[in-house]
């Protein structure tokens, strides 16, 4: 009678668990466990066995190919393969509440710069600074939405999504990955209830060309700057979206964007709101 692999069952069981609940830590755990009987015993499986005293070279490879990946995980968060799906889940919840906050207020004002600006009395709002900005471009992908859509929410999720789905834009050199920046224009309140958003990189060169993204020039203008950054930036980032509507904050009819910085393993590090103002 065969013996019972409990050992392999368990092996795979974690591996189905791990998959449904993104425990990356598991891969680790399966690259040492198989790392360690291959230094053990000089041969290494990878689609078929190879002897260190036969192949040396190709043997070390393998071996150091499956610390790199063991070790990776750990430091990282994330696997090698899935950074996409990393860098869209550090700004999802925030797209979803942001969308929530801004249809609000949108059935609530004709115009975002007459609802801002009117003569009803408002709170003072404190802003970390106000920055002149020099002129600068963003290409990324633009969607056009519109802020009486009940699905505005998960469009948003769809654009950054796709955004991070698009492997010549992460593979691209010459944009900065470091902060990903999301862009409000062209915002028809008062007629239609359209506007155009925009996800995107900043080049590193103002010669920077990309006939296939689209690019947006982010105006000079004096922008009043919200910035954060701790752990529960979504909820900050919901609160301060809200109190600038409802605040005496002179806002002109203008791009507004907001810009996330990723640390190297793309979570969200800091967040700015970077409002056009008078």
Known sequence: ???????????????????????????????????????????????????????????????????????YPLVTGSLPWNQNQVKFNAVEKTTHLRAFIATKSAQEASSFATFINNKMSRPQIDYVSRRQESPFNIFGLRSQLNWNDKQMSSKISKAVDLF??????????????????IVYSDMNWEETGDFNLLVGYKPHSID???????SIEIPSNQYAVFAYSNNDYVEWITDTWQRIIYSDLDIRDDIAYEVYQLNRSYKVTGVEIQVPIN
């Open 1 to 71: 009678m065969n013996k019972f692999k409990i050992r392999t069952v368990l092996g795979l069981s974690l591996l189905y668990v791990s998959i449904y609940l993104n425990f990356t830590w598991v891969w680790s755990v399966l690259f040492l466990v198989w790392l360690i009987p291959d230094v053990y015993t000089g041969t290494a499986y990878f689609i078929e066995p190879v002897k260190r005293k036969s192949h040396p070279v190709l043997y070390w490879l393998i071996i150091v190919t499956w610390l790199f990946l063991a070790i």
């Open 164 to 181: 991070y789905q698009n492997n010549a834009i992460q593979l691209d050199s010459n944009l900065d990955h470091s902060k990903l920046h």
């Open 208 to 214: 920077y060309l990309n006939s296939v993204l689209t």
